[in-house]
C-alpha cells in the first residue's frame, strides 16, 4: 500500500499525470478513486475487495475523465487486458497513459465484502487466473501474493449446461433473460462497451426493441454478445453490476472458448497481437457462410 501510495504521490506532485484512478475505502466498502493531488494519495489500497475494472473511466465515453489529463490507472492484469483492448482498437493512446500495475492475489466477488478471501467469495475470473502481473505496466507494485482459491463453481455450471440439449439450453436463457429489466447497467460498466450510439439505442430504425420483454431481451443479448467476441476481457463487471443476477459471465465465458478453439485466440494484454474482430486471414476457413 506504501508503494503505491508514494508512487501515486510522486506523479502527481511530479505533474506527470493530472489524476490517479485508484481504489479507496467508501462507506460501504472499497470503491474506485479519483485522486488529483500529492496529499490526497493516502487514501489509495488495493487489496481482494478491488474488484472494480477502473480500465471502464478509459473508454471514450467518458468525456469528463478524457477532459482531466493525462491519467494513471491501477491496473490487475486483468484490468491491463482492457487496457490493451482500449489502445487496440484506436481507442487510446499508450503514451496518454501511466499503468500502475498491481500484484494480485484474486478478489472478491463483491467489494463490500470484508470477509477474507476463501473459495466461496473469490471471483470466477480469479479461479482460472494465468497471470496475476500486468505485463502491460508502467510500474509494478506489492509484494508477490499467493494464488486465490482455484474452485472453479462457474466452469462446473458451464459443462453442465453444455452437456444439456439445444433445446434446454436455449428455454433455460430464454427464461435467465426474460428477468432482464434492460437498465443496461452491463453496458455501462464494460470497458469494451464503447460506441457512441449503442444499437440498443437506436429508434430509427430500431434495432433491438427496448422495453422488457422476451423478444426484444433475447436479441439485446445476442447482440451484445456477439459485440464482444473476442473482445471481451472476462472481468466479470457486467455480472456484478446486473441488478437482477442474470449469470452474463456464462454467457462471456462459452464466447470465448468459442473464439479459442475457431480462431486460436484468447485475449491478452498485448495490444499488438489483432483480435479476431479486427483481422484477416487469407486462410480463414469461413465456414459461416457456406
Ligand atoms: S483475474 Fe487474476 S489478475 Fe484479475 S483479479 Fe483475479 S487473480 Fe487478480
Ligand atoms: S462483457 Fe462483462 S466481463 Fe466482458 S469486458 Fe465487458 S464487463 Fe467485462
Ligand atoms: S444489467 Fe442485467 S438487467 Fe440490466 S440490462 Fe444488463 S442483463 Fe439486463
Known amino acids: 500500500m506504501q508503494e503505491l501510495r508514494e508512487l501515486a504521490s510522486k506523479l502527481l506532485a511530479e505533474k506527470q499525470v493530472a489524476a490517479v484512478i485508484g481504489y479507496e475505502q467508501g462507506r460501504l466498502g472499497v470503491r474506485p478513486a479519483f485522486v488529483t493531488d500529492a ?50 482498437e484506436g481507442q487510446l493512446r499508450r503514451e496518454d497513459l501511466v499503468l500502475i500495475g498491481v500484484r494480485c492475489g484474486g478478489v472478491v466477488c463483491d467489494p463490500n465484502c470484508s470477509a477474507p478471501l476463501c473459495a466461496e467469495n473469490v471471483a470466477p475470473r480469479c479461479t482460472v487466473c494465468e497471470q496475476r502481473e500486468p505485463k502491460l505496466a508502467d510500474h509494478l507494485v506489492g509484494d508477490p ?33 426474460s428477468r432482464c429489466t434492460r437498465c443496461h447497467a452491463c453496458r455501462q460498466v464494460c470497458p469494451m462497451c464503447f460506441c457512441e450510439r449503442c444499437i440498443a439505442d437506436k429508434t430509427q430504425p430500431t434495432w433491438i426493441e427496448s422495453s422488457p420483454h422476451t423478444r426484444g431481451n433475447l436479441a439485446w443479448h445476442l447482440t451484445r454478445a456477439m459485440h464482444l467476441a473476442g473482445r471481451c476481457v472476462g472481468c466479470g463487471e457486467c455480472e456484478r453490476a446486473c441488478p437482477v443476477q442474470i449469470p452474463l459471465g456464462l454467457l462471456n465465458r462459452r464466447l470465448a472458448q468459442v473464439v479459442e478453439e475457431r480462431f486460436g485466440y484468447s485475449v491478452t494484454d498485448d495490444p499488438s497481437v489483432p483480435a479476431p474482430i479486427g483481422a484477416f486471414r487469407l486462410d480463414d476457413a469461413e465456414e459461416f457462410i457456406r
Open 145 to 177: 501474493r499467493p494464488a486465490p482459491p482455484a474452485s472453479d463453481r462457474q466452469g462446473e455450471r458451464l459443462k453442465e449446461l453444455e452437456a444439456k440439449p439445444v433445446a434446454e439450453r436455449l428455454a433455460l436463457w430464454t427464461e435467465l433473460l
Open 39 to 88: 496529499a490526497g494519495c493516502d487514501r489509495l489500497l488495493f487489496d481482494h475487495r478491488c474488484v472494480h475494472n477502473l480500465a471502464a473511466y478509459l473508454s471514450p465515453r467518458r468525456t469528463q475523465v478524457a477532459a482531466l489529463g493525462r491519467l494513471a490507472v491501477v491496473v490487475k492484469a486483468c484490468d491491463a487486458r482492457a487496457v490493451a483492448g482500449l489502445i487496440r
